[in-house]
Structure formats: C-alpha cells, structure tokens
C-alpha cells in the first residue's frame, strides 16, 4: 500500500548547526510533498512543499530537495534556532487515497543552545 | 489558519460506547480528512471525503464510520469504542487532492 519513510526518527542539533530530514515515497504517481512542523500541544502547519515539476525550493533558512528518479525528498533547515525545535513530517499523495496526504512517522528535532 | 473547528476538544469514554468527533470548517473546502496521530506512528489516515456523501476509506479505517451531509460538517464515529483507539485525532481540509491539508486542533480520546 501507501507508504512514506521518514528518515531520523529523532535528531539532535546544536544551535547554528544545519538539520537534514529525508523521506522516501512508494508511489511513482505522487506529485506534491510538503513538510509539516508540529509544536508540543499543537497542530501541524505547513513549512514548505514542493511539487513534482521542481527539482528544489526555498523559503529562508528552509529548503527542500525532491528526486523523483529514486522517490525520495529532503527538508534542509539551515542556522537552526532553539525555536524549530519540533517534531516535524513529510507527506505525499496517493492516487489510491483520492489523493489525500500520507504522512511519515515524524522526526523530532531537538536543537541545543 | 483555516477556520476548521473539532468539538469535542477532550473525551474520556468506556469501552463498547460509540463516539461521534464533529469536525466544522469555515473554509468551503470540498476535501476533508480524518487522522490519528500515535506516538511512533505519526499521522494516518482513517478515512476522507472528496464532497457531499462522497467519502472513502483511508489505511486505518477498521471500527470508524464516517458521515458528510453538508460541505462544512464530517463526523467521524467510533462505533463501539476499544482502548486502541485512545489517540488523538486531527480533522484537516483542503481545496483540492494533492494540495495543502490545514489541519484543526484535534481532539484528544481517552477509552477506558
């Protein structure tokens, strides 16, 4: 079925350092892929996303990266602050799932000042 | 953010009642989703509706039932509750299939 691998579970980062998350996807059809952040008690919300036809996208000190040769995808977080400390998620849609967002398993951030 | 509201916020229920989660958006989303989020798990997807009456299964839907009578109302129902079903839920809109998901505040479920 659906699948995205997300890729740390967890990673811990010293202020400045950059972070580097990488999510794979099963399905050849997907064609958008965002990132989502989510605070401790809070909501995702949407960072960045990329669609099929870019080969990469920045917004800021965030960027990410799609191969859609090998199926995977990278969020780079560059200069990392105290504040992105968070668990953050890939998804990718699926054709099979009217094309709603399958997510990965998440990767908690930790960056120490 | 959207306008996207859950209710209830908290429920604590036993084992073997059924439970309704109202999720209401403001937005006129014609999609909208249902997700639980577990520690280890991250979010999946238990069932989504692509407009009026119009709903289909997602990759946990096992024991949920869920109901679109009107664009801006998805129910989601437990039909008889069980303790692996003690998670938090996510209701999330969007304009279109594969475009950004807003996501409300989710509802957090106790079964006991």
């Known amino acids: 079925g659906e699948n995205v691998e997300q890729h740390p579970s967890t990673l811990s980062v010293q202020e400045g350092d950059s972070a580097v998350i990488k999510c794979t996807y099963s399905?050849?059809?997907?064609?958008?892929f965002p990132w989502y952040k989510q605070e401790l008690g809070k909501r995702p919300q949407l960072i960045i996303d990329?669609?099929?036809?870019?080969g990469e996208k920045k917004d800021q000190r965030i960027a990410v990266t799609l191969n859609k040769t090998a199926k995977h995808f990278s969020l780079h977080i560059t200069e990392t602050q105290p504040e992105d400390s968070a668990v953050y998620f890939c998804a990718a849609t699926f054709n099979q799932a009217g094309t709603a967002l399958i997510f990965g398993k998440g990767t908690t951030l930790s960056v120490s000042s | 953010d959207a306008g996207i509201t859950q209710s209830p916020r908290h429920k604590v229920t036993e084992t073997g009642t059924p439970v309704t989660l109202r999720c209401h958006q403001t937005e006129n989303h014609r999609y909208m989703y249902w997700y639980r989020q577990d520690p280890g798990h991250g979010l999946r997807l238990i069932h989504y509706?692509?407009?009026?009456?119009?709903?289909d299964k997602g990759e946990v839907s096992d024991g949920y039932s869920v109901s679109r009578s009107k664009t801006e109302d998805f129910l989601l129902t437990l039909e008889s509750a069980t303790s692996s079903q003690t998670s938090v839920y996510f209701c999330a809109t969007g304009v279109g299939g594969g475009t950004e998901a807003f996501f409300g505040q989710g509802t957090r479920l106790t079964v006991v």
């Open positions: 990329i669609r099929s036809n870019v």
């Open positions: 399905d050849s059809a997907s064609n958008y």
């Open positions: 509706s692509y407009g009026v009456k119009d709903t």
